[in-house]
């Protein structure tokens, strides 16, 4: 097992251990969720009783059900061992750490607290340094999304923007010269029902 998990975070690119990447998982998995959580102790009875009247099932899950968690974990503990440090976006970016975290605290950077330090997520830089139009995109992010899901969205394909005619990530875009307002507009609806 632990030569197979080896190769995979080898071929991945992840640069961490088996055992810290176990441990990674099992801490986000504590702070996701409890191991067996009953989804209606999320809900008041008058809750649930208008929840079920609608169709929604909130029978806890089956022992022989796939934990719908396990994807979110694993997004969020490769999300945690691909930042960088403020140390290594400096060097990243060719500037002082001052600035970095100038940066963070002025919402031109993307970042979360962790282990004593910032932590700020890879998908934001390129080779130049910071991906362009970043500032742009992330004044549109509403203040309540979570890294995961800012993540999630610079990275997914949009069918609204197309290079070559295919569907692009809002970070593939940004780095062909695209319109950084077009990334900022659907940004701007990230945890709006759709």
């Known amino acids: 097992m632990t030569v197979a998990l080896e190769t995979v975070l080898a071929k991945a690119g992840l640069r961490i251990s088996p055992v810290e990447f176990a441990e990674m998982i099992e801490e986000a998995t504590r702070r996701l969720s409890p191991a067996t959580p009953d989804p209606a102790d999320y809900f008041s009875a008058e809750q649930r009783d208008t929840l079920t009247e609608v169709g929604l099932d909130l029978t806890p899950r089956r022992p022989d059900e796939v934990d719908s968690r396990a994807r979110a974990v694993a997004a969020q503990t490769v999300l945690r061992d691909s930042a960088l440090t403020v140390g290594d976006a400096a060097q990243a970016v060719g500037v002082d750490t001052s600035r970095i975290r100038h940066r963070l605290?002025?919402?031109?950077?993307?970042?979360?607290?962790?282990?004593?330090?910032?932590?700020?997520?890879?998908?934001q830089f390129a080779a130049s340094g910071v991906l362009p139009g970043l500032d742009v995109v992330l004044r549109s992010v509403p203040s309540d999304q979570p890294p995961l899901v800012v993540a999630a969205f610079m990275t997914t394909p949009q069918p609204d923007l197309r290079i070559n005619d295919e569907p692009a990530t809002p970070r593939q875009w940004l780095l062909a010269g695209g319109d950084p307002t077009r990334v900022a507009a659907l940004a701007s609806m990230l945890g709006t029902p759709a």
């Open 105 to 123: 605290s002025a919402g031109r950077l993307a970042g979360w607290k962790d282990r004593g330090g910032w932590r700020l997520p890879a998908w």
